[in-house]
T-cell receptor, first 112, second 112 residues
Framework: KQEVTQIPAALSVPEGENLVLNCSFT??????LQWFRQDPGKGLTSLLL?????REQTSGRLNASLDKSSGRSTLYIAASQPGDSATYLC???????????FGKGITLSVRP | DAGITQSPRYKITETGRQVTLMCHQT?????MFWYRQDLGHGLRLIYY???????DKGEVPDGYVVSRSKTENFPLTLESATRSQTSVYFC???????????FGQGTRLTVV
């Protein structure tokens, strides 16, 4: 059974810092990995999707990498801002029906 | 409005009552999903559908029923609500196999 782990559960950094959020998964036979952002009381917003054949994806200040063989992904946030404060979840797709297995998320707080 | 919408946003119901949560997407995506989000458990898949009239169980299907008579709608019914079904429910859709998933805003259900 696929398990996805995100450690630590919470992180607090000062504004302007570059930071890395980690995600690990137990079964390397994934189709893709997706990073989401969730604001309190809101739904999930897709940030980046990395297909299993890709090593990284970039969108603005965000860069996600994937090392499938070691079961790891990182989300790099450059020059963090208070508006980046949210919970970040990673999810992997394992199997033919696009089902996602989620980590429990990292709650990020960026201090002004 | 384009996208994926859930209704109602908030619902309080009594133990034993039947309640239906609605999900509608305007993209004609093939795949649709229902997840529940609980503290300590993260997001868990309840049911999913690969196309109209095709549904299958996820990780936690007990006590839930789904149908998909039209591509754009995927209602989730709790046949006899229990307190353990108090949760935030998210509907999601994706265009095809292992493509990017998009989530609705969620329905916060409280069973008293």
């Amino acid at each position: 059974k696929q398990e996805v782990t995100q450690i630590p559960a919470a992180l607090s950094v000062p504004e302007g810092e570059n930071l890395v959020l980690n995600c690990s998964f137990t079964d390397s036979a994934i189709y893709n990995l997706q990073w989401f952002r969730q604001d309190p009381g809101k739904g999930l917003t897709s940030l980046l999707l990395i297909q299993s054949s890709q090593r990284e994806q970039t969108s603005g200040r965000l860069n996600a990498s994937l090392d499938k063989s070691s079961g790891r992904s990182t989300l790099y946030i450059a020059a963090s801002q208070p508006g980046d404060s949210a919970t970040y979840l990673c999810a992997v797709s394992t199997g033919a029906n696009s089902k996602l297995t989620f980590g429990k998320g990292i709650t990020l707080s960026v201090r002004p | 409005d384009a996208g994926i919408t859930q209704s109602p946003r908030y619902k309080i119901t009594e133990t034993g009552r039947q309640v239906t949560l609605m999900c509608h997407q305007t993209w004609s995506h093939s795949y649709m999903f229902w997840y529940r989000q609980d503290l300590g458990h993260g997001l868990r898949l309840i049911y999913y559908s690969a196309a109209a009239d095709i549904t299958d169980k996820g990780e936690v299907p007990d006590g839930y029923v789904v149908s998909r008579s039209k591509t754009e709608n995927f209602p989730l019914t709790l046949e006899s609500a229990t307190r353990s079904q108090t949760s935030v429910y998210f509907c999601a859709s994706s265009e095809g196999k292992n493509t990017e998933a998009f989530f609705g805003q969620g329905t916060r259900l409280t069973v008293v």
